[in-house]
């Protein structure tokens, strides 16, 4: 069983930074991609940004050259760097974890951050 919890959001001025994590607590378990996505009023969630247990990483086009997703395995952590904010990157922001389990029940499952927002305005 696991839990996100996400931190790191706020209001910060259009050009600023912002660096969001998320760390997972529990036991017996693995994680495998951890991803980053958002969602605005009125939209739908989209992902920002994904990286692997290998460090491959990806990102949305609206945020290539400015945002970075990294990974800290040893504490289950991810983290995502937002540089030259925009008003458009406001949203809500919610990690995701591909989760298997090695002493509980078998299979892989996403589990979800609570979400924090981010507010990009002057």
């Known amino acids: 069983q696991v839990q996100l919890v996400e931190s790191g959001g706020g209001l910060v001025q259009p050009g600023g930074s912002l660096r969001l994590s998320c760390a997972a607590s529990?036991?017996?378990?693995?994680?495998?991609?951890m991803g980053w996505y958002r969602q605005a009023p009125g939209n739908q969630r989209e992902l920002v940004a994904t990286i692997t247990r290998g460090g491959s990483t990806n990102y949305a086009d609206s945020v290539k050259g400015r945002f970075t997703i990294s990974r800290d395995n040893n504490n289950n952590t991810a983290f995502l760097q937002m540089s030259s904010l925009k008003p458009e990157d406001t949203a809500v922001y919610y990690c995701?974890?591909?989760?298997?389990?090695?002493?509980?029940?078998?299979?892989?499952?996403?589990?979800w951050g609570q979400g924090t927002q981010v507010t990009v305005s002057s």
């Open positions: 995701k974890f591909g989760v298997t389990p090695t002493t509980w029940v078998a299979g892989s499952f996403d589990f």
């Open positions: 529990g036991s017996s378990f693995a994680i495998n991609t």
